[in-house]
């Protein structure tokens, strides 16, 4: 895949699922996924690293225990390591989530909502 | 800067340098990089990592030795480490760039082109 131009447009048509993040490029041992997201997810947080959400499509909610933060499309955040948080998207939104190979989308909270890792689309 | 959004668009009108990128956010030892780029950059390399470059706007031409990658807004790609290559833009490209803390841009090309880093906006 480091070889092409990796479209995200056509990426994100190839998803029909909420809440289940694809892997459509690597550098070094970082994934890049997409995901739609509608709903509440679950509070979680990642022990071991930070976790970088960049909105591609609608809004993306993300609360913290003592303050929310509101993405737009063309906004990102990195959420820090440790830290609880909770993604909610009033309606569907389209984001890219940069973080290392192996994390759970779900962290240490698990649940139906755990995904499977490296999908790649 | 973790604690709020971070908008591509207000923090591209503040460069105004070409091949100077600016830093907007961090990931663990990972920055977030933004550019303005126009002309022809160096042929270099990155021994020791890979290399995202996603387009927001414009287009952005990645010469490698025996192939080319054409990247519009939208589109993006990761160099391999070691990997000899030159961005070019016929015309102004905005760009951000991934990689790790302390990566040169020119690699091991230096010249004049080469810009200071963790400059942040």
Known sequence: MSDSAVNLAEKLALIDEHWSPRV???MND???KLARLAGEFVWHQH???DETFLVL????RIEFR????ELEAGEMTVVPRGTPHRPVAEAEACVMIIEPRGVVNTGEAGGELTAEND???
Chains 1, 2 share one sequence.
Do not use: C, K, P, S
């Open 24 to 26: 459509i490029a690597e």
């Open 30 to 32: 970082i994934q890049f």
């Open 47 to 49: 022990d071991d690293t």
């Open 57 to 60: 499509e609608g809004q993306l």
């Open 66 to 69: 003592d303050h929310v933060i």
């Open 119 to 121: 999908r790649w689309i």
